[in-house]
């Protein structure tokens, strides 16, 4: 048994790792933030050029032709950082969209200058308060209309997958039937919009019944990128312990702080061991994959949680300024809990893949 | 068991009563409107002043220094009827009459009284506090900032170093300072306190940018501030002692409590699920919310119950932080829950969506919530030593000097 | 505001505390689950004889006519020394379901037996797996058939009050159409019967409409109970704690103890303040008892399920042995947990009860 | 990432399987049958003897005292293998390889590794555990069994004290005993390692009844049990280093992992709700279970991290007790919440109803799991510590002889 990254893939996180602690400083995200940026532009790039951003795309579309795990491996990195970049938007759910569903031109025209990070791509979903799937905005021939809000990175972006009904269809954005209105994000690194679309131009996408997949292999890259954010609160959280002073001692000898930061631990090892099945069974196209990803994701959620939450605790009064690093963890968190679906959208997922347990007609989601 | 005042309780209510209907409507505070910090202030003195006419400024200090004399229990009812009304209260009119007056009239001199109880309780006088340091959070004693003796026989002290969530220090005339004079002793052997001017040259007053996005705490350096020996509160070296008299005072919550959870149930009821319900329907976030409303309730009755014992002239010690301690975390809880039950929406809501708005602050304000005041931690450190009769920590900083702490 | 039990109810407490403090040492308990025995029948004896069987019965059936939070008061004690009688089955349910919904035959017939603590009671409610409200036994005439299981303390009752759809009706259960086999039930200290009707005599009881507040009156005292076993576990725990040393000092003396405690503390505390709300309610015959009883189960479940857990850890080994007394609450919690509906039932009745809740189809037990 | 084994692993697991086969049937427990214990130790002795024979007893143990020589790898693919057979496998046969032989063959001298390895390999001599005491438990160097030389200069040790959860201490030939030979050092010097044959007079194993009712563990009380020092292993004060030995032995689950939340799964569809549905149709049970079931698949997924540590000659350290707190406190929760699904019918189910019965023992069970093997704050501990690198508790007890510690 190896169950563990491969070193070519250890290899490419402490690439990821090494780049990212060089460009991506907390202070440089306090000026985007300032700056009321759409994102870390030159870091995008600088991403593209590296080849991470085609890492799982084929090698055909300009790709790395690498898989899930790979892609984990880095979207763990960007959250470690809490990167300001539309690499989940794009790359997780767009480009793997288009790949998943898209008709061949549709590929060769998107997906290599997806990889490269040239075009930039979002996804939506949601049409407003409620679940993740909107059902009002359908598509009529090639023609689109309604709202899709709030849709994360439109601004940026040069194309939406549309998700209408059961079906996705593939919107530019630059054209006059769509209108973006930037709306107030909780996280402040990572945009948000409202896209209203009036009788746009909308191209269907062939790929039938997509849905499911493109949704569970996004979840596991929320799984690993929610890993690698909650590490790094982990980490600031027992190294601010472990330098602050009270009472004559460390606050990292009480009790109170070691075994909440114990329980923190266990978490993130638990989570990130779903991931890696998750990622593996993505790979392998595993029927596994579905109750995998569900299992991969609520055990993300609940440690990214605990992690985000009790870090700021740890911190005290400091945790609460805009100069300490907190709560960049603290927002973003809240959004990987709603992203791509919530706590219950998942567990009802994982139940229903359960043998047996689709036999009544519930209602719970 | 009821829920009546008793014949004293009620005969001071309905006096109170009448007294603020009468002059309580001349300070409302405009609704919806945020006024600027300075006006804030102006009327919160206003106020001050309204309430120094009617008798009702300093209810528990004693009349000796021009307080009223009364009972903890008159200003819980005072408060109780007070909240009824928008008016202009905050930091800049509490911490004189609650933190500032109380030492000094315990500490101070007769001067040092006559100077500054009647200013303060008249609303002429505002005050902010100089506790807390980057070093000093829960353990209050730790604090670095220094005074030494000028050198010029002045008898002045010269003082040194930096505060932290002094609310209002930019919009307030004076200071509550403790510092430490001796750091050859142990920590809590070392400390003094002052009272400070805070227009005396070398104080800089810089707003801390919060994680909310508001500055409503200040950072205060202290840079050769000269302060005379006459504003020294008593000893030297007695400042721990002060500082308890301030921390220890009796707190209680105004007992007006408005439910937040029968707002949760709303936000879900509001938003829609996949089946043609409401968020409400999924029986995880109805049993979340039910037990929050069972504890929310509980914490409303358990209010009473201090109540109650304050109106006995019993003291509820730390058993009035059993309140904050669930009230925090349970407000962290029932936000988190429902941003995550309205979905993605709850991230990045239509402009005017002012119920995800307030739950997004929520969310927030409740790190704040778990941490000021004293600290989760701390308050099951208190609980469990003061109400469980459980020991102490171990100190590893009892009888060492401070400047042989690490 | 005077929100605390007055000067008599104190009494009424010390009182009884101290009669059980004296009659229910923890070895007496061991010895009646050596003897498989039935119930504590002289202290039950005794209570009666002292009036606490009929502390809430009218006084012209015998009893003292106090409240429901004086009934609470004894409730709370009973549950700290984990008494081996029926008196949550006889006096909480059964003789309160007669003074509720009784004819004034039955009422006099039955009552100032009960009171007395001669004629004991049971309610059959449950047929076996699932919610407290069973379906499937009805009433023809005055002829019932058909199975309630589990019905608390059956083996020593001599009438049973039996839940038939919305109504209630009164059955002796000395008699050939009844059937009472005793099963092996996890609180040891509380003997649960399955009881077989087979075309048994009933008289059905005219009072309609009235399970609903014989539920909230009586999750009104299973809460008093709970908040009593809570505290005697909370006491227990700190003890032992005090006591045992370890690496050098106390047990007590460690954050993981001490934090643990203080957080049981709350718990007890909280559902004490429900309990003490719940019970005036039910006193005034408030509209707010719904919610205010539903309220007042739910705090007081979750208080006595941390403490009865955190109790036996706090103890370590020990706590594991029959000898130690832990065991005892431990069993009697996951009872109080489910009797009377669970928390399940009790979180729908609470939403239930709050306006504009109710407005939706839901399907939420 | 793989699930597969590498070709060494592989050839081993062939070739064990294959023995297996061949000789595990005849030593195959009976279904459903309980046998008495005396019954299950002779047949775990038997089954030793045939491991013996088959070169698979004592697999990690050094070749030189007669054991196999293997890697750590090697015991846990022997072990999944043998897992798929119910033998007769216990505290009766894995105490004498797994505790007594590695500090034996590590502290003992080649006379006493001659005398005990080769019979306590071939299931010839069993052995039981006395470490424990009533005083100490987590902190088990504070234990107050003492020994003191017999004063007729036969050099023997005379014991006196007691001892508890000593499984099978009734049915097994020897016992591993750490005893305090000198209470006037410090708790972890004074302590000296022996074995003790358990005929020896003044041996006195009295079982304990246990909250589930079972008495699976014992009391042992020692009263002037004479020992000769022949049987003592290591110096004299070295018994804190033998207990290291043992304690700090790599242990890792045998992989084999049955899903209990698929059982509370179908626990909870055969519970029928008020609307004709079952009880997980109630999403708050909906979601518990499925979060318990994310954290079990998690649990399984890392202990395969752990066992491709293993596999690596890593030694996972105090990583591997992460699953057992997290295991402990899921059982106690999901067990806890499978019998309020089911309402009061799981207080007193019908007879016959076996999934109500072995729930309501796993709840029980739970207490002893958060217990046992490191309670849940110990294990904390040592991950705060070893994991995270944090400092360890104050010790209070580090320097002080132990007959001046309370």
């Avoid at chain 1, 549709?106 to 939506?124: D, H, I, N, S």
């Avoid at chain 1, 631990?265 to 998750?278: D, H, K, P, Q, T």
């Avoid at chain 2, 609704?31 to 006006?39: F, N, Q």
């Avoid at chain 2, 201090?306 to 029932?334: D, F």
Wanted: proline share 5%; with cysteine.
């Amino acid at each position: 048994m190896n169950f563990d990254l491969s070193d070519e893939q250890k290899m490419l996180a402490e690439q990821a790792r090494n780049l990212l602690a060089d460009r991506v400083p907390y202070d440089s995200l306090r000026a985007l933030i300032d700056a009321g940026a759409e994102w870390d532009e030159p870091l995008w790039r600088e991403l593209g050029a590296m080849g991470f951003l085609g890492a799982n795309l084929p090698e055909d579309a300009g790709g790395l032709g690498l898989g899930a795990l790979d892609l984990g491996v880095i979207a763990a990195e960007l959250g470690r950082v809490n990167a300001a970049v539309p690499f989940f938007s794009s790359i997780v759910l767009a480009a793997e969209a288009i790949r998943l569903a898209g008709s061949d031109e549709q590929k060769a025209r998107w997906l290599p200058r997806m990889a490269t990070g040239e075009v930039v791509g979002c996804f939506a979903s949601t049409e407003g308060p409620g679940p993740l799937l909107g059902s009002k905005v359908t598509l009529a021939g090639t023609t689109i209309t309604g709202t899709k809000t709030p849709v994360a990175d439109a601004g940026v972006a040069a194309i939406a997958v549309v998700q209408c009904g059961d079906g996705l269809a593939l919107v530019e954005l630059n054209q006059p039937g769509v209108t973006r209105k930037r709306l107030e994000s909780f996280d402040q690194l990572r945009p948000h919009y409202r896209l209203d679309f009036s009788d746009a131009v909308a191209e269907p996408m062939p790929g039938a019944g997509k849905l499911d997949e493109l949704l569970d292999r996004a979840a596991v890259q929320a799984a690993f990128e929610a890993v690698g954010a909650a590490e790094a609160c982990l980490t600031m959280g027992r190294d601010y312990a472990m330098e602050r002073q009270i009472f004559g001692r460390a606050l990292a000898s009480y009790q109170a702080i070691k075994h909440k930061l114990a329980d923190v631990a266990v978490g993130v090892e638990l989570a990130r061991s779903n991931a890696f099945y998750a990622g593996w069974a993505a790979d392998e196209s595993s029927g596994d994959l579905p109750a995998a990803a569900a299992a991969a994701r609520l055990t993300a959620i609940s440690a990214f949680e605990a992690a985000a939450r009790e870090n700021l605790q740890v911190h005290g009064g400091i945790g609460y300024t805009f100069e300490a690093n907190c709560h960049f963890y603290y927002r973003r968190e809240r959004l990987l809990a709603v992203n791509v679906g919530n706590r219950g959208f998942w567990a009802d997922r994982l139940i229903r893949q359960q043998p047996g347990s689709q036999s009544t007609s519930h209602k719970a989601a | 068991m009821d829920f009546n005042d008793t014949p004293e309780e009620a005969a001071f209510r309905a006096k109170a009563r009448d007294w603020l209907a009468a002059n309580a409507p001349a300070h409302l505070m405009p609704d919806g409107v945020r006024l600027p910090d300075t006006e804030e202030a102006e009327r919160g003195r206003a106020w001050m002043r309204a309430l120094y006419d009617g008798g009702y400024s300093g209810i528990t200090l004693p009349k000796s220094v021009g307080g009223q004399g009364g009972t903890v229990i008159e200003a819980v009812v005072f408060a109780e009827e007070e909240s009824k009304y928008h008016l202009p209260k905050g930091p800049f009119t509490s911490i004189g009459t609650g933190m500032a007056l109380p030492v000094i009239s315990k500490h101070g001199t007769p001067e040092q009284i006559a100077r500054f109880a009647e200013p303060t309780l008249k609303g002429e006088l505002t005050w902010c506090q100089l506790f807390s340091e980057p070093s000093a959070g829960s353990d209050l004693a730790n604090l670095r900032t220094k005074a030494v003796r000028a050198d010029d026989g002045s008898g002045d002290w010269i003082v040194n170093g930096q505060k932290v969530w002094s609310s209002w220090a930019h919009l307030t005339d004076w200071g509550i300072l403790v510092v430490r004079t001796d750091p050859t002793v142990p920590k809590h052997k070392g400390l003094t306190f002052f009272v400070v001017d805070m227009k005396t040259p070398g104080i800089d007053v810089r707003p801390i940018r919060q994680i909310s996005g508001a500055s409503d705490f200040n950072e205060t350096f202290l840079t050769d501030v000269r302060i005379p020996d006459s504003q020294r509160i008593g000893a030297v070296g007695e400042g721990w002692a002060c500082c308890m008299t301030v921390l220890m005072g009796e707190r209680l919550g105004s007992g007006s409590h408005k439910s937040a959870i029968a707002g949760l149930l709303d936000y879900a009821v509001a938003t829609p699920d996949m089946m043609g319900g409401n968020a409400l329907d999924n029986g995880a976030v109805r049993q979340s919310l039910a037990e929050a409303l069972a504890e929310e309730q509980a914490e409303k009755y358990f209010q009473a119950r201090l109540r109650t014992m304050v109106s006995r002239g019993e003291n509820p010690g730390a058993l009035a932080g059993m309140v904050k301690l669930a009230y925090a975390r349970r407000l962290q809880k029932t936000s988190g829950l429902a941003l995550e039950l309205r979905g993605m929406d709850a991230m990045a809501p239509a402009s005017g969506d002012a119920a995800t708005a307030e739950i997004q602050m929520d969310y927030i304000w409740s790190t704040v919530m778990r941490i000021a005041g004293g600290a989760d931690e701390v308050l099951r450190n208190q609980i469990a030593e003061r109400v469980l009769g459980m020991p102490g920590d171990v100190r590893m900083d009892k009888d060492v000097p401070f400047d042989q702490l690490r």
